[in-house]
C-alpha cells in the first residue's frame, strides 16, 4: 500500500525547533519528490518547500528570506524517510503540516499547487505559542 505518514508535530514556544517525519512506503519513494504543506485554521493549504530526487530544494516563489532560512528538508534513505526540520518558530507557523509527492510525471512549474499530488500523509498537528 502506498503511504506516507507523519509525525513529529507538537507544541513549543516561540523560539524552539520541531522536527517533522515523513515516513514512505509502497513505492520507491527514492525517486520521486516529497512537498512539505501546511494549512492553518481558516486557510487554505499551502506550499511550504520541496525536496526533489535529485536532493535539491525549492521554495515557492517570492518566500521571504527570513522563512527560507528556517525550514530544512533532509532525506534518509536508509529509513525511507524525509524531515522537515524548522527553526525559531513562531506563532505563525501554527497549521497542520503535511507531507505529499505525486507519482505521475513532474512538471516544476506546478509544484505548488496541492491538487498536483497524487499521496497525502494524514498531516501532523504544529502549535507554537508566544
Known amino acids: 500500500q502506498v503511504q506516507l505518514v507523519e509525525s513529529g508535530g507538537g507544541s513549543v514556544q516561540s523560539g524552539g525547533s520541531l522536527r517533522l517525519s515523513c515516513a514512505a512506503s509502497?513505492?520507491?519513494?527514492?525517486?520521486?519528490?516529497i512537498a512539505w504543506f501546511r494549512q492553518a485554521p481558516g486557510k487554505e493549504r499551502e506550499a511550504v518547500i520541496v525536496?526533489?530526487?535529485?536532493?535539491?530544494?525549492?521554495?515557492?516563489?517570492n518566500t521571504p528570506d527570513a522563512v527560507k532560512g528556517r525550514f530544512t528538508v533532509s532525506r534518509d534513505s536508509a529509513e525511507t524517510t524525509d524531515y522537515l526540520q524548522i527553526d525559531s518558530l513562531k506563532p505563525e507557523d501554527t497549521a497542520v503540516y503535511y507531507c505529499?509527492?505525486?507519482?505521475?510525471?513532474?512538471?516544476?512549474?506546478?509544484?505548488?499547487?496541492?491538487?498536483?499530488?497524487?499521496?497525502w500523509g494524514q498531516g501532523t498537528q504544529v502549535t507554537v505559542s508566544s
Open positions: 525536496l526533489s530526487n535529485n536532493k535539491n530544494t525549492y521554495f515557492p516563489e
Open positions: 509502497g513505492f520507491n519513494w527514492d525517486w520521486y519528490n
Open positions: 505529499a509527492t505525486r507519482l505521475r510525471p513532474w512538471y516544476p512549474t506546478n509544484w505548488y499547487r496541492p491538487t498536483y499530488y497524487d499521496i
